[in-house]
């Protein structure tokens, strides 16, 4: 069985609580008496994309479980880089792989540099199509934004361009459970390609729905609901389970 933490869209910096709720949630993370195969952080990581937010975000993000953190919409590639990868600035996408022996986690860059929608570029689906190649582990796709609507109208107008690639991608290849995102500050769980596409809530904030009152930015952004963190559980016959624990 493989237990995997899900959270994103940390913001810090977006709020004087941003800090002290993934704070909170990390905090969490680190008292659990079992082991986690991941933690992954789809993106958002700093509000501005500055040099001290990502500093920040460095020291909250250090875990005992293996950590794999990708960038979002707010983020700024040469700052990522430079700070929390420990390599030299550049402009191309930041794509990762984290291999553990249970699995393999592929945290691909959606961001469009200065845009708020996102789209895969050529370069990081074709490295993305090496990770999945690479392997007879199960292999969990990670990126920030949503590639098919999620009915949250704010969100649903920036979210992933051109996802046809990426469906016609997966949908050759049985060894990717699920495909994991952020951006929609809500938690979701739908299809993409034939395979399960789970959201993470947002830490920072919560962007409440139509029906909840939701219909703009300035109407959907909650920053009193509480910080949730997901837990996607593969089990022993591929059937994946995800559970949402609310962090006081």
């Known amino acids: 069985m493989i237990v995997i933490a899900h959270l994103s869209d940390i913001h810090i910096g977006a709020t004087p609580e941003s800090v002290?709720?993934?704070?909170?949630?990390?905090?969490?993370?680190?008292d659990l008496p079992g082991d986690l195969d991941a933690v992954l952080v789809t993106g958002?990581?700093?509000?501005?994309?500055?040099?001290?937010?990502?500093?920040?975000?460095?020291?909250?993000?250090t875990s005992r479980h293996?950590?794999?953190?990708?960038?979002?919409?707010?983020?700024?590639?040469?700052?990522?880089?430079?700070?929390?990868l420990g390599e030299p600035p550049a402009p191309g996408p930041v794509n990762q792989v984290l291999r553990t022996a249970n699995a393999v986690y592929a945290m691909c860059?959606?961001?469009i540099p200065g845009e708020n929608p996102g789209d895969l570029e050529e370069e990081t689906l074709d490295w993305l199509e090496g990770v999945l190649d690479g392997t007879d582990l199960p292999v969990f796709v990670a990126f920030h934004h949503p590639p098919v609507p999620l009915h949250s109208p704010p969100v649903d107008g920036i979210r992933l361009h051109r996802p046809e690639r990426l469906a016609d991608l997966l949908a050759a290849r049985p060894?990717?459970?699920?495909?994991?995102?952020?951006?929609?500050?809500?938690?979701?769980?739908?299809?993409?390609?034939?395979?399960p596409l789970l959201v993470a809530a947002g830490v920072v904030s919560t962007l409440k729905l139509p029906w909840e009152g939701g219909t703009s930015f300035e109407t959907c952004v909650d920053h009193d609901l509480p910080p949730l963190v997901a837990f996607h559980v593969l089990?022993?016959?591929?059937?994946?389970?995800?559970?949402?624990?609310?962090?006081?």
Do not use: W
């Not at 002290?20 to 680190?30: C, T």
């Open 109 to 111: 860059d959606s961001s």
């Open 235 to 248: 089990d022993d016959e591929g059937r994946m389970t995800t559970h949402y624990r609310v962090v006081r």
């Open 20 to 30: 002290g709720r993934a704070a909170s949630v990390m905090r969490y993370l680190e």
């Open 175 to 195: 060894n990717v459970p699920a495909v994991l995102v952020g951006h929609a500050h809500t938690p979701a769980a739908t299809t993409f390609a034939g395979r």
């Open 44 to 61: 958002d990581i700093a509000d501005h994309g500055s040099a001290t937010e990502y500093e920040q975000a460095a020291k909250l993000l």
């Open 66 to 84: 293996p950590v794999l953190v990708g960038p979002g919409n707010h983020d700024h590639r040469a700052e990522f880089r430079r700070v929390l």
